[in-house]
């Protein structure tokens, strides 16, 4: 049997060892599922490419709530309407219609997409957007991508306050068909920010992101 004085040493060693590993994990920490890449299939296929990137929509003319509240919220359907009552399908379908419909002599029919047919139908209207009297409205069963833990809080205001982009948090959703988790969304990455732009700035501006815990858990 090893001296004492070296059992102590040892078990000094494997402690530091065991509680240095716990803190590194502790500071990676997140919930089961909240992990990076997860792009869960959205009940309607929704393309932040085409929407955000292709045709140039600005993240907030959606998302507005990240400018007042903690939360970006999830738009309702009647914001989608804005532009689906006149945009039923794609620029390729529309022409194929009539063309065909040229072809064939006739007045060209309204082409309504797959995935705009569920929106319609989430707000209770038919193809003609007239009220169906056999259905019935309900929300669309969004699936949150991004998830924190409940003893986590995150404000979007304050972070759209100084200056952020979307993309920081987000990365770059104006390339996703679907959206992704892209970052580790963790402690340890959060805080990895937070002194970044304390000591760089954001924008050319300084700013002063906190490092206390109660700002983050409260």
């Known amino acids: ?4 004085p070296i059992r102590v040493a040892l078990l000094g060693v494997t402690l530091a060892f065991v509680g240095g590993s ?3 994990r502790l500071a990676d920490a997140r919930l089961p599922g909240n992990n990076t890449g997860y792009a869960p299939v959205q009940p309607l296929a929704y393309s932040h490419r085409l929407h955000a990137g292709e045709l140039g929509i600005d993240c907030l003319y959606c998302h507005m709530a990240a ?4 939360h970006a919220g999830i738009p309702s359907a009647d914001v989608c309407m804005a532009c689906h009552r006149s945009v039923r399908a794609s620029q390729e379908a529309v022409r194929a219609e009539e063309q065909a419909a040229s072809a064939e002599g006739r ?3 309204t082409i309504v997409s797959t995935e705009l047919a569920k929106l319609y139908a989430a ?5 003609q ?3 169906d009297p056999q259905a019935t409205p309900s929300p669309i069963p969004w ?13 979007h205001s304050v972070h759209m306050a100084s200056g952020l982009r979307c993309q920081q948090c987000h990365g770059p959703i104006e390339t996703m068909e679907r959206v992704r988790q892209q970052e580790r969304l963790s402690m340890g990455w959060c805080l990895d920010c937070h002194r970044a732009v304390n000591r760089d ?7 002063a992101a906190s490092l206390d815990c109660a700002a983050c858990h409260y």
């Open 107 to 109: 007045a060209p029919r």
């Open 201 to 207: 700035g954001v924008g050319g501006q300084p700013v």
């Open 129 to 131: 957007l007239r009220p």
């Open 1 to 4: 049997m090893l001296p004492q």
């Open 67 to 70: 400018l007042r509240g903690r």
């Open 22 to 24: 716990l803190v590194s």
């Open 123 to 127: 707000l209770g209207l038919d193809d």
């Open 143 to 155: 699936k949150q991508v991004h998830v924190l833990p409940e003893h986590a809080q995150f404000d």
